[in-house]
């Protein structure tokens, strides 16, 4: 892997993750905050540290820039990081509309540059352990999926628990059907804003009488971060709560054609213990490093963004 140098915008709750990482990966160049106080905190060497931001997105030296700033800023500062000539990703949700979406795909192509985003649970090994099970048709074919993303978390004033939390599993979902859903019907809870839900409840319907159901709220009292695919011969269960020994299980018992329940063994797959933030910027460099499309690129990225936009406006 060749010597990359790589600039951050944003070092907060999640971004300070990620530059430990890139520290760790030696590719860290320079980090900005707008919050100079979590600037200042950021426990790394003040070489560093940017208090411009333009010393990170017009520096000719750096070759990628990482994004994690709140949602509303991402289009501004991905398209600034296109039209400098460098390489961007952008944590998610890629953007906050499909129009924005659709500008930054549009500059990407013209600097000739990967856009990356941040659907993290693509590169987990629960979830890649899930989708080799589904391809080594161990459950048969896919009947339904369902995810519950829950917890007492922090509520957002500029984008929905949409953008902050079903964008995870509208990927991984995706992943699984390589198909956009043809009906969406969804309920939703406003509890602190008029126009923010903070639950929902979202019903995707696919071709062949394939369905999912997304649940998110982030005033779950009790964290849930489960996604099940019940299949013809069986199901799949990642639950990340879990420690790595229990993280998936496959679950052989069915319902069949007259209703009735066939119980069935139960068992868990073992997976490689690996943090999946660090296997998600490795990718990020390799792709960088050999010029080509990283899974969660500006693509896939528009395919969840249309989705999102699906759900938003069945509310």
């Known amino acids: 892997m060749n010597k990359l140098k790589i600039g951050v915008i944003g070092c907060g709750n999640w971004g ?16 900005y905050d707008a919050n100079k106080v979590s600037l200042q905190n950021l426990p790394i060497s003040d070489s560093y540290k940017s208090q411009k931001i333009e010393d990170i997105i017009e ?3 750096i070759d990628a ?17 296109l039209k400098n000539h460098k390489h961007v990703y952008i944590e998610k949700p ?33 979830f890649i352990g899930l989708k080799n099970e589904i391809k080594n048709n161990q459950i048969g074919n896919i009947v339904h999926i369902k995810a519950n993303r829950m917890h007492f ?4 004033k500029f984008e929905s628990v949409i953008y902050d939390l079903a ?33 929902i ?23 849930e971060h489960r996604f099940s695919v019940l299949g013809s011969k069986g199901s799949l269960i990642f639950d990340d709560t879990k420690d790595w020994k229990e993280k998936l299980c496959i679950n052989h018992s069915l319902i069949n054609d007259n209703l009735n ?13 690996e943090q999946p933030l660090k296997k998600e910027l490795v990718n990020f460099l390799d792709c960088i490093n050999k010029n080509i499309q990283p899974l969660t690129n500006h693509e896939e990225g528009l395919r969840v963004q249309k989705v999102m936009k699906m759900i938003e406006d069945h509310i």
């Open 16 to 31: 300070k993750n990620i530059v430990h990482n890139l520290l760790e990966l030696n590719v860290l160049y320079k980090v």
């Open 59 to 61: 520096n000719e030296t």
């Open 65 to 81: 820039v990482v994004i994690c700033t709140p949602p509303i800023t991402h289009k501004h500062l991905a398209l600034r990081t």
């Open 94 to 126: 890629f953007c906050l509309s499909l129009e924005e979406a659709d500008e930054i795909i549009a500059t990407a192509k013209d600097s000739k540059k990967i856009v990356f985003i941040g659907h993290l649970l693509n590169y987990h090994n629960g």
């Open 153 to 156: 978390g922090v509520i957002r």
């Open 167 to 199: 964008c995870h599993d509208i990927s991984m979902i995706l992943g699984i059907t390589n198909d956009l859903p043809i009906n969406v019907s969804v309920n939703a809870l406003f509890k602190n804003s008029t126009h923010i839900p903070d639950s």
């Open 201 to 223: 409840n979202a019903i995707l319907k696919f071709k062949h009488n394939l369905t999912a159901m997304i649940n998110v709220d982030w005033m779950s009292p009790y964290k």
């Open 261 to 273: 329940v066939i119980k069935g063994d139960s068992k868990f797959i073992d997976l490689k213990a």
